[in-house]
C-alpha cells in the first residue's frame, strides 16, 4: 500500500492536480481516517462527517490537532492521527475531502446477462 501511494504521489507531481484527488483518496483509507469517518467521509456518530467541508477549515483543524489543540476532550484522539500526515499528504487529503464526489453507482453495475444466471 505504502508503494502505490509513493506511486500516487510520484504520477501526481508529474501529471498535476487531477490526481491529487486520487492521492487523497487513497491517504484517506490508509491513514485509518475511513475506520471512524467512514468510507464515504460521511461520518457517524461522535465521528464527524469530512466530505465536502471547507478545504481550509480541515487544514486549519489538523494543523491544530497535530501542535495538540483541540476544543474537546473528544478530538484528542486526532493528535495522533493529524501528526501521522505530512504537509503534502495533509494537501492532498483535503482536495480530496473538499472536492468529494460520491463513489460512481457504475462500480454495482450488473455487467453479466441476469437472465442467463441460473437461481
Ligand atoms: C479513532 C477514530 C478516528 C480516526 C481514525 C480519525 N479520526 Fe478524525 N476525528 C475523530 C474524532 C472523535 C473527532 C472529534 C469529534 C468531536 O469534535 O467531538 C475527529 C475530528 C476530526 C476533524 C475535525 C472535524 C470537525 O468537525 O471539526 C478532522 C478534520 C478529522 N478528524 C480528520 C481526520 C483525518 C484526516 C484522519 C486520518 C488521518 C482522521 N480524522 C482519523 C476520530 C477519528
Not at 25 to 39: F, I, V
Not at 67 to 91: C, H, I, P, W, Y
Request: hydrophobic share 30%.
Amino acid at each position: 500500500m505504502k508503494k502505490n501511494i509513493l506511486l500516487l504521489i510520484i504520477s501526481t507531481a508529474i501529471f498535476g492536480s487531477e490526481n491529487s484527488y486520487e492521492t487523497g483518496r487513497a491517504l484517506y483509507n490508509d491513514k485509518a481516517c475511513s475506520n471512524c469517518h467512514g468510507t464515504n467521509a460521511e461520518g457517524s456518530g461522535s465521528y464527524p462527517k469530512l466530505a465536502n467541508r471547507s478545504k481550509n477549515y480541515l487544514i486549519k483543524k489538523l494543523k491544530q490537532f497535530q501542535k495538540g489543540k483541540s476544543t474537546s476532550q473528544a478530538q484528542e484522539v486526532m493528535f495522533g492521527f493529524a501528526r501521522s500526515l505530512n504537509e503534502t499528504e495533509m494537501d492532498y487529503m483535503t482536495t480530496y475531502l473538499s472536492d468529494y464526489k460520491k463513489e460512481s453507482a457504475d462500480k454495482y453495475k450488473l455487467d453479466y446477462d441476469i437472465m442467463g444466471s441460473v437461481d
